[in-house]
């Protein structure tokens, strides 16, 4: 998708990905069976990611450097929020339909974005769309009230662009490499975020606080990126150091896993293996205490 992005614009890949997304999320909501469920679902995962890909090009190529490190904690912040919207919806209703349908029509937006989504710059610079680029220069001018300098603008007249066949991408070796090793990487954190976000509400009681908690905790972890590490990796040690001195982890062994925790049976089995634990424990002190009682007495005496 990012050869069409580069031939045909990143405004039309952007906002045709946006509404096959959309209109594939809305039709999930009315599958009759699991297996059309899933169709339409991988369809919203490919025209997600096209949009998400395409639009992550797009934003570096409409802001400055100085502020790309902000459009990330940005769009973190947004899925936060998302996430806590998908929770609301949920306390809305209890069936799986109206929830599906309700979380996903914001995405309606999706066919207003022809009329506010400029094209990239980058991309009119390079096909040389020089009426459209003025008219994104005084738009972007009269925004943040800006005249930039045009005596330092250099026009080009000859451009030379480089195209590469898909069988030729393929034929490099370390292109390829970069291609599984990202790959891998992305599947092991998306494993590991998603097992973490999700079953998260498996480990208390209250199901909706838990996943609400769970939801707001990443937004302050989005915000200070421009603190130094040494302070965030200080911060982080206090907070785990803190959390062994909570009532519900004082003088309790530690589950091993999460079915420990969401097992019932297993719950109640170290909750009594803790229990006997410390009756022992206190009972051997306590005839310790009255040993070392009669001995002092006899001393005594």
Not at 281 to 292: E, L, P
Request: proline fraction near 4%.
């Amino acid at each position: 998708m990012s050869m069409l992005a580069d031939k045909y614009g990143r405004k039309p890949i952007i906002v045709f990905s946006a509404i096959l997304a959309f209109l594939a999320n809305l039709a999930a909501s009315f599958s009759p069976n699991y297996a059309v469920f899933l169709c339409l679902r991988a369809i919203v995962g490919a025209s997600s990611d096209t949009y998400l890909s395409v639009g992550s090009v797009a934003t570096c190529e409409y802001i400055s450097e100085k502020a790309r490190a902000w459009i990330t904690v940005v769009y973190n912040v947004a899925w936060s929020l998302g996430m806590v919207w998908t929770l609301l919806v949920t306390l809305m209703t209890d069936d799986w339909r109206w929830r599906y349908f309700i979380v996903v029509f914001p995405g309606i937006y999706a066919f207003s974005l022809w009329c506010f989504l400029p094209e990239s710059p980058h991309w009119l610079i390079v096909k040389n769309r020089t009426e459209k680029l003025k008219k994104y220069i005084e738009t972007a001018n009269r925004i943040n009230k800006k005249t930039p300098d045009f005596s330092e603008c250099q026009q080009s007249s000859h451009h030379e662009e480089k195209h590469e066949s898909f069988k030729a991408l393929l034929g490099s070796k370390k292109l390829i490499w970069i291609l599984f090793a990202n790959g891998f990487i992305e599947m092991v954190i998306s494993l590991v975020y998603f097992a973490i976000s999700f079953l998260c509400a498996e480990l208390g009681g209250d199901h909706v606080r838990a996943f609400l908690f769970s939801s707001i905790v990443e937004i302050p972890g989005h915000v200070p990126n421009w603190l130094p590490y040494v302070v965030i990796a200080l911060f982080s040690f206090i907070s785990a150091t803190l959390a062994f001195m909570l009532n519900e982890t004082k003088n309790t062994k530690l589950p091993t896993d999460v079915e420990s925790l969401t097992n019932p049976t297993e719950a109640a089995d170290l909750a009594a293996y803790c229990s006997s634990t410390s009756s022992s424990t206190v009972s051997s002190i306590s005839k310790k205490n009255t040993k070392s009682s009669k001995k002092h007495r006899l001393m005594r005496i």
